[in-house]
């Protein structure tokens, strides 16, 4: 836990934008040189061209097979995965600039955070910083695990590839059998690394997200300035270092999470505000919460065609690996390398759908915290209790709850809910249709 930067929640989102702006799926900085902006053009063509003939290999061994289900499935596993890790990346491509607005909008605001002397917002960002390693990382091993399955775990007879296909010259001579499994571990390789980054960067948006509706949430509870003071920053990173670094507890119990200020989520507000009134903090909070819907819109807007495709190929890969495991119990090379496959989908979306539900569930949390403000005992600048405008400001209150009692989620495309009921009913279908397709098997 030594040597914590200031920015550890840009930590992880910093290596995913090196990936995407190398690997061609990003332009590179207007800085770069235009010989390099060059490459990343050529590259990005390139590796289009690449994946579309890779799933025409992948297509055309799956037609010429269509009544082998053990062979169709095979393919089809390959074939939906890559599906996915396109259009996942033709969409980050395609809003790119959509998703750049997004990274301002979503992690400015943890910038302040993490400059605060309040022990429990350290906390909240500490723990989503390991949190968000640990699945990086994760990912990272997992991923590498399955490649070398693939690749390595197989027959080495001529003419037998990792990946089943069918290419318009012959495999089992060389060099074209070393150029196909060459080929084929590029392609495997590639996807890989670049899903892992899309994947990490669009959970990090849920989030940090969820962050600062927990930041929100509390500072609804903390408004009253009679009770609560405001949080005071850092003004120095090598301190702010220093105050993250002393939150080193292994077991992190609810009252170290528990923010005892209220919270600035912007450098504005730390100074520019008249006075310390309820009605000013109130008002910070109210606008904060229409900024944070307005971050939620476009991030379904931008990403909720991507969640669709993620839980449709999931439901299909989670099934067909399914079968393919069930086929392979006896060939422990090919149970390796489905299993492996099987957990990184189910991995995946279980974190899609668990940080999602978080989010929910803290949202929710919103109106019975404006409800308890302190908006009773609200007091003006002379520290006069203001019961003759008590009816007034709890009029302002309520209509300011108006909006919170409309859910906060992530939604694809106003579907789907990502919480763990929707990744109850994915398991379940895709269970369903393995039954389906095993009984359907066993009959032949």
Known sequence: MENIPIDIHRKILNINITILRYSGVWPLLPTAKIGWKVFNFVYRIFNLTVFIFYLITLGADAVTNYK???IFGND?????GTCMFLFKGCKFWASYHKIIK?????????????RSADPGILMHIKKSYYQESIAFWGFCILCSFFHFSVIFLIPREKGILPIRAIYPFDITISPNYELAIL???YCLAYALSVTIALDITTIGFIRWSTLQIAALTSNYKNSNPSVTKRASLVTSASDARKIIEKLNKIKITDDDVEIETFLPLNYYETK?????????RFTTCVKNH????KVIRDVNAVLSSLMLVQFATSTCIICLNGYQMILSTNNSADFTKFTAYWVICFAELFFWCWYGNEFSYIADTLTHNQWISGWEDAYDNNYYSLNSNNHKISNYVTISMIPTMHRLQFKSVGIFVLSMPTFLSIVKSSYSLLIILNTFTSDK
């Open 68 to 70: 082998d289900l053990t």
């Open 76 to 80: 089809g596993c390959y074939f939906f």
């Open 102 to 114: 997004l990274i301002v909008d979503v992690y400015d605001p943890i910038d302040v955070l993490v």
């Open 183 to 185: 080929y084929q571990a």
């Open 272 to 280: 520019c505000f008249i006075g310390d009134l309820f009605l000013s």
């Open 290 to 293: 229409q900024r944070l819907m």
